[in-house]
């Protein structure tokens, strides 16, 4: 996979999103960040997702034991059934590789709780089978920062590339003449975007005013 040049960046016609277990057990011991934002955060990638059609596939484990999947996220998928697995690891799941491959996409974007065990894995292996993937460090999380952190690292040592939510969306909309998307996306960053969000929409207030006044 090449790491500069244009090749590198997201493309939403190449790209699949698998997230993986933001599940209330997974939150329990969470702790690597406020889970407030990790929440935010990861309905935030996922309503940028449905914005440029890109496929998403949600999956849990042991859903029975480890509850459903958060409510923020499954809002967003309503109609989607989350895959559930006793597989750990994503990967050694049929029921989910064989969507990623019929889907002939190449940009794997993964985030999943917890960071060092249900996020390393899958990209791991998916590295070796020619998979580009790209790792939402602020939609994932682990038991402890040190864990977080040494996930990552392990990643980006296996050839992983870390980015963080708004960077997929910057990525994914590239430009914004491309009408079609840019509503959904300034509606995204609204809802989720945090201070960018309130920038936005005092942005929106000041040209509001000005077309008023110019009126």
């Known amino acids: 996979m090449p790491k500069t040049g244009l090749e590198a960046l997201l493309r939403p016609e190449d790209s699949i999103l698998v997230l993986i277990d933001h599940q209330p057990y997974q939150f329990t011991n969470l702790n690597s960040h406020d889970p407030t934002m990790i929440v935010n955060n990861v309905i935030g990638l996922a309503k940028?997702?449905?914005?440029?059609?890109?496929?998403?596939?949600?999956?849990?484990?042991?859903?029975?034991?480890?509850?459903?999947i958060i409510k923020g996220l499954q809002d967003v998928?309503?109609?989607?059934?989350?895959?559930?697995?006793?597989?750990?690891?994503?990967?050694?799941?049929?029921?989910?590789?064989?969507i990623v491959k019929k889907s002939g996409r190449k940009q794997l974007v993964l985030?999943?709780?917890?960071?060092?065990?249900?996020?390393?894995m899958p990209a791991i292996q998916a590295l070796a089978e020619g998979y580009d993937v790209f790792i939402v460090t602020d939609a994932s999380g682990g038991v402890s920062l040190e864990a977080h952190d040494m996930a990552v690292r392990r990643m980006v040592a296996a050839g992983a590339v870390p980015i963080t939510w708004m960077a997929v969306l910057g990525e994914w909309q590239r430009d914004w003449a491309r009408e079609e998307t840019a509503a959904g996306v300034a509606g995204v960053v609204l809802e989720h975007g945090g201070a960018s969000g309130v920038a936005f929409a005092w942005e929106m207030q000041l040209l509001a005013t000005r077309a008023k006044a110019g009126g």
Do not use: H, M, S
Not at 52 to 68: D, H, K, S
Not at 111 to 120: F, G, K, M, Q
């Open 111 to 120: 985030a999943a709780l917890y960071t060092e065990i249900c996020l390393a």
């Open 77 to 98: 998928f309503p109609e989607q059934k989350p895959i559930d697995r006793t597989f750990i690891n994503t990967w050694e799941d049929p029921k989910v590789t064989d």
């Open 48 to 68: 940028t997702a449905k914005v440029f059609n890109v496929p998403t596939i949600l999956t849990t484990v042991l859903e029975e034991r480890g509850g459903y």
